[in-house]
């Protein structure tokens, strides 16, 4: 709370400094006499008190982080800071206020939390759901204890080692405390995921992009929030340039591979044999073909009708085209990384075409998703390849019933185990769904707008209410709430209260919250 207090400060805002720097000190002065009180008694960790940590963190931490925000907007009510709060955290990016309503030290601090909000989850992933085998290590865990990929199998004549249980007495020791643990994944990611954000602030701001503009930018990248300090297009000042370089940092969320801790998820060697990144390829390739295509197709249309004529002749066609191009290439990119981003050329190719967004194909990239165990959001591309492959194995089956399926021991564990597991987790994804929409449509809410939104807070992307025209069976306001209803402002306190858990179940997944429910979990 220290930084944006000194940036306001420093641009004129003093109210909202001395609201930042006096909650600064409040929470500093609290946590020292909780850890002051409790250094005496240290209770013993264990595995499930880290779980019980991460849904705590995303639902209790945040109202410690409204508390600021609340002070600095008084008509909003500590209850909307929380959901800002919430939807920042989880790297949903939603938000009830416009863009140019709120100061920027503000919009600093909701790119600060969830910037922070992505380190979490890449910390959590690594100490927390691994050890677990949830959050998508499920898929590669290997029954024999080992890395089958880099290690034979045993013959059958070798001796059954048996080991030792993990009560054991051995096991016992200060490295095997999850708070430990913890602090080493942390000291592995945070300086790779601080280090490439200061890069890319200053790319963008190479590029033209204003000191905040590129550093929310920056964060909202890497933490793939998709939040943004300017109203439509965030890539005005950099242009073209500014997006290329976006993009090639939002491929870092289609892989695990790319961050400290991966090694589990690693199901080839080389990098260019990677099941996700190849996935997320064809399917980012494959859409923005399919949006060109579109876009161009209703070009055509429009010039067949009488559509105005345009004096620039066709080389200036060709360029709208190859915007056109770009935009549906960076839009399938950011929607699958659940980041929301939207290119400056998107706008250009609808206005080319005279189309309206493609919003249910951007909602389907959102389900897709992006790698396991990155900050992206949705059902994963690991899990949506094991059930291709299976798709794939089973109608191989169809046509030679004796045909033996190869790739080698992580392909086929993929193949089966794998999409076994990913099959549970879709399910559990889609009743979800569907149990998000229905809370949602109790009240006056349209059934596409309760779907739409409800997507958009299960897969954390918060900017897909905004890419999608929706209309509401009702009117309401947020107090400093930008429109009468803009996708989120709009929504009663119930709705909002809907939408927040099911913005935490997306950000730690179902399985995790099941496991909270299990007697096994809690069983000593």
């Not at 001395?18 to 000190?25: P, V």
């Not at 609808?350 to 389900?367: D, E, I, K, V």
Request: hydrophobic share 50%; aromatic share 10%; with cysteine.
């Amino acid at each position: 709370m220290m930084v944006p207090a000194g940036y306001a400060s420093v641009t004129d805002h003093d109210a909202i400094a001395r609201h930042f720097f006096y909650s600064g000190l409040l929470f500093l002065v609290l946590t020292g006499m909780i850890g002051i009180a409790t250094a005496a008694n240290p209770a013993g960790q264990r595995a499930r008190s880290m779980l019980l940590t991460m849904v705590a963190t995303m639902t209790v931490l945040p109202v410690m982080l409204a508390v600021p925000l609340a002070e600095s907007l008084p008509d909003t009510g500590l209850f909307n800071a929380w959901w800002e709060m919430v939807s920042s955290l989880t790297t949903t990016g939603a938000s009830l206020y416009s863009a140019d309503l709120l100061a920027p030290p503000l919009h600093l601090w909701r790119a600060m939390v969830g910037w922070m909000g992505g380190l979490f989850m890449l910390v959590a992933a690594i100490a927390v759901l691994a050890p677990l085998r949830v959050g998508g290590f499920e898929l590669m865990s290997s029954p024999y204890g080992r890395r089958e990929y880099f290690e034979r199998l045993p013959r059958s004549a070798d001796a059954l080692e048996v080991p030792s249980h993990l009560s054991s007495p051995a096991f016992q020791t200060e490295l095997v405390d999850p708070a430990y643990r913890v602090l080493r994944a942390l000291q592995a990611v945070a300086p790779v995921y601080v280090g490439l954000t200061l890069v890319l602030w200053v790319l963008l701001l190479l590029l033209g992009d204003s000191s905040l503009i590129a550093l929310c930018r920056a964060m909202g990248t890497l933490a793939t929030s998709g939040i943004s300090p300017v109203v439509g297009a965030t890539t005005e000042g950099s242009g073209v340039l500014g997006e290329m370089v976006i993009f090639l940092f939002l491929i870092l969320a289609l892989s695990r591979r790319f961050w400290p801790g991966g090694g589990e998820l690693r199901a080839t060697e080389r990098i260019v044999d990677d099941p996700e990144l190849r996935l997320a390829a064809g399917v980012v390739f494959l859409v923005a073909a399919l949006l060109f295509a579109r876009h161009f197709i209703g070009a055509i249309e429009v010039a067949n009708t009488g559509g105005p004529v345009d004096p620039a002749g066709p080389f200036d066609a060709i360029g709208k085209g190859a915007a056109a191009a770009w935009g549906g290439l960076f839009n399938g990119l950011s929607y699958l990384t659940t980041t929301g981003w939207n290119s400056v050329d998107w706008q250009g190719a609808r206005t080319w075409s005279g189309l309206t967004s493609p919003g249910l194909m951007l909602a389907g990239l959102a389900m897709f998703g992006g790698g396991v165990a990155t900050t992206a959001g949705g059902v994963k591309l690991l899990r949506v390849y094991a059930l291709a492959r299976h798709g794939e194995r089973e109608m191989e089956r169809i046509i030679h019933p004796r045909s033996i399926g190869g790739g080698g021991r992580m392909a086929r564990r993929l193949r089966r185990e794998g999409a076994y597991l990913a099959f549970i987790f879709f399910m559990l994804f889609a009743i979800s769904i569907a149990v998000v929409v229905i809370l949602v449509s109790i009240q006056q809410v349209e059934f596409e707008t309760a779907t739409i939104l409800s997507i958009a807070a299960l897969t954390n992307t918060g900017p897909l209410a905004g890419a999608i025209p929706l209309t509401p069976a009702f009117e309401g306001t947020a107090g400093a709430a930008s429109a009468p209803w803009d996708g989120w402002s709009g929504l009663s306190n119930y709705n909002k209260a809907i939408l927040a858990g099911a913005m935490i179940v997306g950000r730690l997944e179902t399985l995790a919250i099941l496991a909270l429910f299990t007697p096994d979990f809690w069983r000593r």
